[in-house]
């Protein structure tokens, strides 16, 4: 009798801890706009362009775990994938020490790491998670100026943010709509990103996510360099739950 009465408790508590206990993930393919400007001033071409890049696919996967453990936040991990490589033609002037034209074809890579740590404030019908975040650039501008004459730029930023998710599921439907966003700035550097979007579950732990997604990075200084970009676009997603 005793043993049967505490594999009940055992599984009993199981059960429970498996409600409050939930690992999240998901895949998520962004198709945007870019727009902004950059410069750089490096003693010798001092530059600038038009970044005008458009339809552009990029890729963000996240995973974050949320514990039924009192006091301690909850983990997101999302890792975002960036690249521009389309810009006008230089708007600034072109200070040479050789006659080497100052056309360039700049690659400017801006994916980062998003680290979270979050509450769960409210847990209903209506979600409301809030936290901080640690947003990780590590990404490298490839500055082309013509005739094998250029400069490669690596570098790492990291910027503390304010991060906040409501979600709201609609009464009797496998339907939900959600608004996240990241907001940042510090040391002259800024990162606003936000979502709002749409969720349908599909069963068996998936459901499908379709929004719209905006995030703009205005970095002072980069290794001499001045970034502004905006990018904006809709973004279909594939999330999973056990």
Known sequence: MRKTALLILLVSNVSFADTILGVYAGVQSWVHDNSGDFSIN?????????????????????????H???????????????????FHRQTGGCIALSPIPCLPTTSLDLSHLDATLYYEILDNWANLDLGLSLIYFN????????????????YDKLVPALYGKAMFELPITDLSASLTANVGNFSSNSVIDFEVAAQYKIGLGFNVEAGYRQQTIDFEDIAGSQTYSKSKGVFAALNFHF
Request: aromatic share 8%; no cysteine.
């Open 68 to 86: 039924p453990i009192p006091f301690l936040p909850n983990i997101k991990l999302r890792q975002s994938h960036l690249e521009i490589n389309r």
């Open 139 to 154: 990404g490298d501008i490839d500055f082309e100026r013509g005739q094998a004459d250029n400069t490669y730029i690596k």
């Open 42 to 66: 490096d003693g010798i071409y001092d530059t600038g362009g038009e970044i005008n890049q458009s339809s552009k696919n990029n890729l963000s996967i996240y995973l974050s775990v949320e």
